[in-house]
């Protein structure tokens, strides 16, 4: 390699690294702030993130990238994958960041900042008035952001890039008619039957024992805890900082064992993706996961297709009993499995079930495009909201609060993001047929408590390649083309069966 | 005031905003690392704190703040004395940092990081010769740090007056040997002397409701919970981010009451004084306390002057017994304040009495004045260690463990911090004092759980004031000239009593 693509490389990398101290240390307030730092500190963690983020934005916009950039792209046939591809996602964010004039990224930030309170406020009393404004300005900023982003994608499309590389309207809409075409009858049918009994579920299940029920579930799935911990917040998450440092946080319920069990195997999922990415691409552009699809698709892996399959039930309930012998006293596999698998239209998306999940996403999906394209007002996303519930779900949605003020994405300015939900849902169902035409019966040793099988094939398939190659490229390369009929499929042999359809 | 130098102001401010947000960010990755972090972390943090501690060097060490603060310097006289302190102090650690060169700043934060864990490994196993050559390098590198901090004073006095603003080897040796004159022949006389019962602090507490005392000791205390919060930790400690956000932490030992308890008072004595801070010097240079001695001063005036007094007890003791029934069933107040002041020469400094206290820091005082000095090899500190133990506390150490492996001080570099204990609590006696001279009796509302009177002085002669003053001016402003005699009185008479010497 010539001395000066050396050099560059050396500037780029010394860029990253900084880009990764910064986040890592935003993240690490971040974290802080949802989970043991007091409530009342939030002025002084706002004046900081304001400073750091001041400094990230100054880094990535610093005009010295350009000739990094540029040599760096000019050399591109000498770099090793790994450097072209830090070129190609540093030159995304500068061409990103550098497209947005900074005046409107620091007052997009201060609505951000405003739209959060509004919006938490505006929740809590039932009022989509208040919101309304707000979410009209933020709608314009990413109308507007989207033609910065990529001004030759139609605006959603461009939104949707920033969350799923290469993702496309027609390719979800395409996945979405074929969701609705197929699911909304059978969950039509399953409506027929008599819902399986879920009381147990629902007993007292004292928080300092769930904590320890916590610490099995993740070693049940090898989460190695040297490098992972787990902590408490109101809304699950997962956060990594590298491949040796990843928290995963949960809710406990006194009255819900289902919730935080499914929670820390949700965000377990998660954390073996970042554990799992090789070391090489630490504090690289190139770490961590590569989008939200694929993260997704690792968390409602292990959620759904392994943590409510009856082989996993059947070696997680006896360790759930040890924890909890009289809550769960005469409880069987094949009851719990069906509890835990129980369809339910319901209002709120976090606590559907897995059936039912994706048509939460789509009434968002449908919304989102609409508001972007313009064609939909603000003022009209409650009646289309609960219109498009009646008609995915078959329910009702009572007052705001349960319907489009529930979820915090818009107020955080995330439009595009919803549909990695979906696409995560259905790329696990894809990634478990490839990996049984390959591996064989893995339910077997599921059934022994064994994830190494699978959570190998992920590893070798998924995880170890972080953000080495775009999403559709790391999916293909894996499972070959995306096709929606694996997951499609996949729902309706095992709620056919469960419900004996 | 000129234009010129208001905006010189502005631009100090700025600095010292970023340089805020760089600690903010760099103290909440150490928090997180000694309380819920994952322990094999390290390496990320490391890299993360690496780039941090670079950038916040570069920001000191920035050629264009000569200019800001001889500006600021040159105006003086029409600054407030805010201003006035905030060029002072910046002025004071640009002189310091940017006499240290940036590799070496930068190494010294990365063998930090290392020397850290190797040490807790030693400890753990026993083993000094591991934590040897990390301890050696720490101290050459202190050594070389005295000069570029001040090197008109001999090292060691430089690293003091980190510390302590304005503290030299001079006023430590007349203090200690004054304290040495008096404390060694009255803790010879108490020796002779029945030990106090203290069996029952040595019970089962259950940690679970150890935790639960925790929130009645910090509410006895006034600690707003919104704004402090309560971790756990190996080695308790406090660190504060602003007026608004300060961490305690603890250490919960199942079979020891006592322990948990006055670490809680004790960090809670330090959050106190951050927590008081007027909020006008929030992520400025003048934020926060003061100094080490001033602020060893609050912690242990709520641990020992206020928490091991007898009107203490009588309150406290009845929460206790409220938590922990059975195993404080037939303990009196009388009985309760006679064990929590035990003398005992013993191993652990940490776990010391208050008479016996300032001896285990004298050991330590001896052994840095020669270890900066050049005297004492590091291979020869578990001997010498030992030997002041025989000769100031008549005890012989069983291991380095329990010996000179014992404090986290080295491993983080800190030399010339110790002494700072045992002003603290020379401090803290002549603040009672005069605190009594002004107030008259302060205790019968202690007995009442009334501390506001004892706190409301404190912040309004301490507290308040952050760094505004000099460790030296603020103690003197409160209580006149520093004398030790307040404190060798006051331990005199409170253990005169306590065993009817």
């Given at each position: ?413 995330a439009f595009g993001y919803f549909p990695s939900y979906a696409l995560g849902s259905a790329y696990g169902a894809q990634m478990l047929a490839v990996m049984e035409q390959q591996l064989g019966d893995v339910w077997a040793e599921v059934e022994k408590g064994d994830l190494s099988r699978i959570t190998g094939w992920l590893r070798e398939k998924i995880h170890r390649h972080a953000s080495l190659y775009r999403p559709g490229q790391l999916f293909e390369m894996a499972c070959g083309k995306f096709n929606p009929d694996f997951y499609v499929d996949y729902l309706t042999r095992k709620y056919t069966d469960l419900y004996q359809l």
């Amino acid at each position: 390699m010539k001395e000066t693509l050396q050099q560059a490389l050396e500037a780029l990398r010394d860029l990253e690294n900084r880009q990764h101290a910064l986040s890592h240390a935003m993240g690490m307030l971040s974290l802080d702030a949802a989970t043991v730092g007091p409530k009342g500190a939030g002025e002084g963690r706002g004046q900081t993130l304001g400073v750091l983020s001041d400094m990230y934005y100054a880094l990535i916009a610093d005009p010295k990238n350009e000739a990094i950039l540029s040599a760096l792209e000019a050399g591109a046939d000498e770099l090793d994958p790994q450097a072209r591809r830090e070129t190609e996602l540093v030159r995304r964010q500068c061409r990103q960041i550098s497209r947005i004039p900074q005046e409107e990224y620091v007052a997009y930030t201060q609505l951000l900042n405003q739209a959060q309170e509004v919006w938490e406020k505006a929740k809590n009393e039932n009022d989509f008035p208040a919101f309304a404004p707000y979410l009209e300005k933020l709608v314009e900023y990413n109308r507007k952001f989207a033609g910065y982003y990529n001004p030759d994608l139609p605006p959603y499309d461009a939104l949707l890039n920033e969350y799923e590389e290469g993702m496309t309207t027609e390719i979800l809409d395409a996945f979405f008619a074929r969701l609705r075409e197929k699911l909304v009858p059978l969950i039509a049918r399953i409506g027929e039957k008599p819902a399986p009994e879920d009381g147990f579920l629902h007993r007292e299940y004292p928080v300092e024992l769930q904590r320890k029920y916590s610490d099995d579930l993740m070693e049940l799935m090898g989460l190695d805890r040297r490098y992972c911990v787990i902590g408490e917040t109101e809304h699950p998450f997962t956060e990594n900082f590298n491949n040796r440092d990843v928290r995963i946080t949960t809710h406990y319920y006194e009255n819900d064992l289902g919730s935080s069990m499914y929670s820390v195997i949700h965000e377990g999922g998660h954390a073996l993706y970042e554990l799992d990415c090789d070391s090489r691409y630490n504090y690289t552009a190139v770490a961590g996961g590569v989008s939200m699809g694929i993260h997704e698709s690792q968390s409602r892996f292990y959620e759904n297709i392994v943590g409510r399959s009856l082989p996993f039930i059947k070696v997680v309930l006896p360790m759930a009993k040890k924890r909890f012998p009289d809550q769960l006293q005469g409880v069987d596999a094949e009851s719990f499995y069906r509890a835990v698998n129980r369809v339910q239209p319901s209002l709120i998306r976090t606590e559907a079930d897995e059936m039912t999940y994706c048509l939460h996403i789509m009434v968002r999906y449908e919304l989102e495009k609409q508001l972007i394209a313009g064609t939909l007002a603000v003022r009209d996303v409650p009646q289309t909201w609960n219109r498009l519930y009646r008609e995915y779900l078959g329910i009702e949605v009572p007052d705001d609060a349960h319907g489009c003020l529930q979820d915090s994405h818009w107020s955080g300015g995330a439009f595009g993001y919803f549909p990695s939900y979906a696409l995560g849902s259905a790329y696990g169902a894809q990634m478990l047929a490839v990996m049984e035409q390959q591996l064989g019966d893995v339910w077997a040793e599921v059934e022994k408590g064994d994830l190494s099988r699978i959570t190998g094939w992920l590893r070798e398939k998924i995880h170890r390649h972080a953000s080495l190659y775009r999403p559709g490229q790391l999916f293909e390369m894996a499972c070959g083309k995306f096709n929606p009929d694996f997951y499609v499929d996949y729902l309706t042999r095992k709620y056919t069966d469960l419900y004996q359809l």
